[in-house]
């Protein structure tokens, strides 16, 4: 019969690969406590309106993007292409800042994007989300990049290329909008029909086109940094000053401009060469207006994502995969109901532990505990069982030693110190 297989741009994590993910989680959730984070879990479905207004109705995510569907009551919903509206959503409808100034909130899980799958780039992706609700000094914008960055090196990741813009606020953006229309004004027929259109609905997000002509023109468009603000310049100094007490590196990306629309002052990205054109490993920014313009209080924010597969994908290699404790190879009727009762016990005491239950040779009980790559092979007959012993081998040395079955867990444990 034909099989069935997965869905482009959505793949499956095998292990031993889930072993890296694992790490990465666990460090994940030991760093963000530490820096006063907790978790929060968050549907994959949403109303479509959420995203819409939440990330932009101009951005390649939401015009072409999403996995938006009616569902059977007719109703618009979309798979969640990232994580920063839905938490703002259940930010605003639990009212989280109610009970506190400060909300530090991450969250690790699937997004979807339609876009075109490559290395590095899925339809089905996850992301390392974090958000933090209620400050809006440049001192949390730096705490959140060391956090980062911390994080990263726990993981084995060196030489980031941390670069950092300011996106100014509602004060100072207009007149910087103004200066990219003028000066695009005469050539707009060298830009692709998107950014056209852009340049009447959104004309930042052309610094984000991916058409060649597009970027063209724009290299040498005025810089986003120059029309700053008093009070947005201070921030950017604030924060960088803050960084550097660190001994962070960074670099000023005037052009980065990010892929959504909600962000103000702060953006940052951290990029690698090593996955060629989809470069962005994290991308992150501060959101002063988001939770106001989902309906919420006037709360500022700013958070980032890690892209998951990008993560794994630079990470060196490491044997993540404790081989198993104990192999024990039983020969005969009652030395297998033995090991099997033996086996599983120490198993609920939190050993690993690993048996064939089908009877086997000796010898293809033994290959099978060195494929495995057990630490000790426990090896039982029926007439050892009688007498409460057996042969305890270290797989490594060759050593063998004799064992009592009725102290096998202190034995293992003795040995192991
Ligand atoms: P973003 O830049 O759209 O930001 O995505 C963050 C990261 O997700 C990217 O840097 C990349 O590593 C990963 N990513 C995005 N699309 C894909 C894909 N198709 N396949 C694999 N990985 C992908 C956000 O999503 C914002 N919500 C970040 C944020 C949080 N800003 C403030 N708070």
Known sequence: METINSVRGFRDILPPETDKWQRVEKTAHEVFRSFGFREIRIPVLEKTELFRRGIGESTDIVEKEMYTFTDRGEESLTLRPEATASVIRAYIEHSLHASETVTKLYTIGPMFRRERPQKG??????????????????RTDAELILMLTHFLRKLGLENLALEINSLGCPNCRPAFQKAIVSFLRGREKELCPDCQRRLNTNPLRIFDCKVESCQTVIADAPRLPEYLCGDCRKHFETL????????????LNPKMVRGLDYYTRTTFEITTEFLGAQNAVVGGGRYDHLVRDLGGPDIPGIGFA?????????????DDALPPLLFIAAMGEAALKKAFHICNSLRMKGLAVEMDYA????KSQMKRADKLRCRYALIVGDREIEENRASLRNMRTGEQQEARLDMLEETIIQLER
């Open 240 to 251: 960088q000053e803050s960084l550097g007490l660190f001994s962070l590196p960074f670099t």
């Open 121 to 138: 780039r899925y339809r089905q992706f996850h992301q390392i989300d974090t958000e933090i609700l209620g400050p809006d000094d440049p």
């Open 306 to 318: 890690i892209g998951f597969e990008r993560l794994i994908a630079m990470m060196p290699e490491a």
């Open 359 to 362: 009877g086997r040779s000796l």
